[in-house]
């Protein structure tokens, strides 16, 4: 199970007494993998508990299925109590670790981040370039490199990509290295099909309970868009990079090329998602939620629904006087959200990833 | 008191929410008294036999559905197995089952009625939106024969108060019927409070379906002496049986004995009202129990615990100020399902004694006589192994070990109470009958309260769900066709 170390012990303290009584009633154990996990312990380390928060896909089911949910004086409130332990576990798992501090103003940050990436991009472009490259009309191969040169958007997006893949791997590995049970090939691809099924969002069939308390698959369906649009949008920018790199094909590349094809599925699929999400919060119930992540999740959502809105901006206007500005904007928002990912809500698929494989390798176990 | 001021609309969701009660000028069709899942079933009978329908509960929203928000399952006949039945449960097993467990004391017509009923009792249920779910982990002997909750009772009540509302049924919270007026023989109207004052409210016909009185302490004293300040209350605090009384009160026969409850052993420690489920307790049968003067008082290894469990309420009920403590060693903790709270603990039989208040002389008296009686034996906790002691003037006949191995744990265990028998007599259409035995037209009654016609004593996981869901349905049905023709 994970370290627990850097976390609230009152936190920790809190969810062990919940899940004491949790552990006594079992009524839940049909929603998702928490409950069942839950039952094949007596007792409950740290570890244990940080373990059992990411597992957590806060569905609410338990919440308003729970006859001791406050104001019962036993005020079991699951959700809650495993988001704020998620946050917990988020600024533990930081790496570099001064950086933890970051999560606790990570919506301020997003946004701090991406207006500074952006001025960065934005006076580059300008310093680097005369105005009638900015606001010129480029097309065919390379007319991006005609604004934003080659070498400098190769060596920010290597150097920004590299940064961010070591900083979540780090916290991936740490997740997973204390002491638990063996993990084989089978729990890893048991949890990869937890991934992309969301099936601990189906609440055990009708949905989950969300924004309020009504049953619901609207947030599955919403989170899919968000899952695979991102998947997809990044899959764009990975054969991109083998078309320009291996292959000598510079972008921007044709309507109909794998590349726009991916990307501009994955933008559409992450606008209605983020956006469908967004509205989402907005009717939330607000007892089972943890408050103080708000900004968080707000931040990693606006960040997601720029990215998108600015990538499909840059499509449909590329031939136009305004592609310089566009491309600027877009890089600006991609490095301001691929900065931020180690630091937001983004790094909740890393764990809870991590947490599935758990999961699937000591129920195998059992 | 004032006549039926219509109460001020104030809906705040997730707060307090009593919607307007209809005045006289405008009775209801159909009023129930009650929110759990027998009050429910009725509402949501009539309102889809067309009538209009005015619950009253007690409960403030977040602690409505009575006792339904505690349960987990329900007992139910089907022919075969199902996605959530491994096996067949028909009507003779399963009245051969209520038979046992009553002693024979049942009405037999409607207990038979009550099972044939049930047969449809879960697919009319998952077309309300109710889910279900495999027998949970730990109840594999209910899985032939309880259709269990997905969530629990409580997901159970919210799906079918949604489904209320969809069809236009009124819900006021907080409002406690209380007092019922009959008219040549009729229902007229019943009196209740609410946060605002009395108010009484007509109808064309009513529904009681409020639970039995195992929340009323003065009652509870009534019936059984003292013993019963030291009672804990298991389910919901709303219990109070006022509107049982209010029909007793009206005329109404009933039935069953008031002394008549089902109690059992559970954790002493947990709060005075409401702790449900998690206030089970299940080490008995793999120690001793001793009450405060540390002698021990019957069998612990009679047979299983979900078949004893009840019978310890009764037997601690006996016991001076109503507390005892089951004693164990190291060794038998892994037997048994973790419970709520931490047992007190000592490395010596004397340091427990002394940790659970008990005279330590005593004590080790006991524990060394009965240490000393058992007999060798493989210890097997899923048979009945056989595992006793002999010599002893109460002997343990089932998982018998010594209690030598530190740390010794000490459960604290005292009666708690789960519900009551005593009901009104009503016949198959759910109609109340008076003490002449003419009928109370306009007058039904399902669940709880009239759960003594067919189960006056013993339990049967799940069957009180069986008896509100088929008699809740009954005299919503019956209610509308008298109320609307």
């Known amino acids: 199970m994970p370290s627990a170390e850097g976390i609230n012990g009152a936190v920790l303290e809190e969810a062990r007494r919940q899940m004491e009584v949790c552990n006594a009633c079992r009524y839940c154990e049909g929603y998702c993998s928490v409950f069942p996990a839950m039952e094949l312990r007596r007792e409950f380390s740290d570890g244990d508990l940080t373990y059992l928060a990411n597992l957590c896909h806060n569905c609410r089911g338990c919440y308003y299925a729970c006859q001791f949910a406050p104001p019962h004086e036993f005020a079991i409130n699951v959700p809650q109590v495993f988001a704020e332990l998620r946050s917990e576990t988020y600024a533990a798992y930081a790496w570099p670790g001064p950086l933890a501090g970051l999560f606790r103003r990570a919506g301020t940050l997003a946004l701090l981040a991406l207006a500074g990436a952006l001025a960065l991009v934005l006076v580059l472009a300008v310093l680097l370039q005369d105005a009638g490259v900015l606001y010129g009309t480029h097309t065919g191969a390379g007319a991006f490199y005609a604004v934003i040169p080659k070498d400098l958007m190769v060596g920010l997006a290597s150097a920004a990509g590299i940064y961010v893949a070591l900083a979540l791997l780090i916290g991936f590995v740490r997740f997973l290295r204390g002491s638990g049970p063996e993990i084989g090939a089978g729990a890893v691809a048991g949890a990869v099909h937890d991934v992309l099924t969301m099936k601990n969002l189906a609440g055990g069939g009708p949905g989950c309970n969300f924004p309020g308390e009504t049953f619901s698959g609207m947030r599955r369906w919403l989170h899919h868009l968000v899952m695979y649009g991102f998947f997809s949008a990044f899959a764009a920018t990975c054969v991109a990079t083998i078309y320009d790199h291996f292959l000598g094909l510079e972008a921007p590349y044709d309507y109909f090329s794998l590349p726009v094809i991916l990307g501009t599925l994955g933008g559409i699929a992450m606008v209605i998602g983020c956006a469908g999400l967004m509205r989402q919060k907005f009717a939330e119930d607000p007892d089972p939620a943890h408050k103080a992540a708000r900004p968080m999740e707000w931040g990693f959502l606006w960040l997601l629904l720029l990215t998108s809105l600015t990538g499909l901006a840059l499509l449909a206007f590329r031939e136009t006087a305004a592609m310089g500005i566009l491309l600027a904007v877009h890089l600006g928002v991609v490095l301001a959200l691929f900065i931020t990912l180690p630091y937001g809500k983004f790094v909740h698929g890393i764990y809870r990833f991590a947490a599935l494989i758990l999961y699937r390798a000591e129920s195998r176990k059992e | ?485």
């Open chain 2, 1 to 485: 008191m004032q006549p039926v001021p219509a109460v001020t609309v104030r809906r705040q969701q997730n707060q307090r929410e009593t919607r307007g009660v209809n005045t006289a000028s405008n009775p209801c069709d159909v009023l129930v008294a009650g929110g759990g899942n027998a009050a429910l079933c009725a509402a949501l009978s009539a309102a889809e036999a067309g009538a209009q329908v005015q619950i009253l509960e007690a409960a403030p929203r977040h602690f409505r559905g009575g006792n339904s928000r505690h349960v987990r399952n329900i007992r139910y006949m089907h022919k075969g197995p199902t996605d959530i039945m491994t096996g067949p449960y028909e009507e003779e097993p399963f009245f051969e089952d209520l038979l046992r467990v009553t002693g024979g004391k049942t009405d037999e017509k409607l207990a038979r009625l009550c099972i044939q009923q049930s047969e449809d009792a879960v697919d009319w249920m998952r077309a309300r939106d109710v889910r279900f779910q495999p027998a949970l982990g730990g109840t594999l002997q209910l899985s032939e024969t309880n259709a269990f909750f997905l969530g629990g009772g409580k997901a159970l009540v919210n799906a079918l108060y949604a489904r209320a509302e969809m069809l236009g049924v009124q819900v006021a919270y907080e409002t406690e019927v209380h007092g019922l007026s009959m008219d040549g023989g009729g229902f007229s109207h019943v009196t209740a409070s609410t946060p605002d004052g009395e108010i009484e409210v007509p109808a064309k016909a009513f529904v009681a379906a409020a639970g039995g009185f195992e929340a009323n302490i003065d009652w509870l004293t009534e019936a059984w002496g003292p013993a019963a300040k030291n009672f804990l209350v298991r389910g919901s605090p709303y219990n109070t049986g006022l509107t049982l009384r209010a029909m007793m009160d009206a005329g109404a026969a009933t039935i069953g004995d008031a002394d008549q409850c089902h109690a059992v052993a559970i954790d002493a420690r947990v709060p005075k009202f409401d702790a449900g489920i998690v206030s089970r307790s299940d080490s008995v049968p793999f120690g001793i129990m001793v009450n405060k003067h540390g002698q021990r008082f019957y069998d612990e290894g009679e047979d299983f615990w979900p078949k004893r469990y009840a019978i310890w309420g009764r037997l601690i009920a006996h016991q001076p100020d109503q507390i005892a403590y089951s004693i164990i060693d190291a060794k038998a903790v892994p037997l048994f399902m973790p419970s709520v709270y931490a047992p007190l603990q000592a490395d010596t039989l004397a340091g427990l004694a002394n940790e659970i208040g008990v005279d330590a002389a005593s004590f080790e008296a006991t524990l060394g006589a009965y240490n000393a009686a058992v007999q060798p034996g493989q210890l097997d906790s899923a048979v009945l192994d056989g595992c006793r002691t002999q010599g002893l003037e109460i002997e343990k006949s089932n998982w018998a070990r010594p209690i030598d191995t530190p740390p010794f744990y000490a459960y604290p265990l005292a009666p708690g109470i789960t519900f009551t028998y005593l009901g009104v007599r009503i016949d198959e259409t759910a109609a109340v009958h008076l003490k002449d035995d003419s009928v109370a037209a306009g007058l039904f009654a399902a669940g709880e309260l009239m759960s003594g016609n067919i189960l006056s004593q013993g339990y049967l996981a799940g069957f009180g769900m069986t008896i509100g869901t088929v008699f809740g349905r009954i005299a919503g049905r019956e209610a509308a066709r008298h109320a609307i023709g």
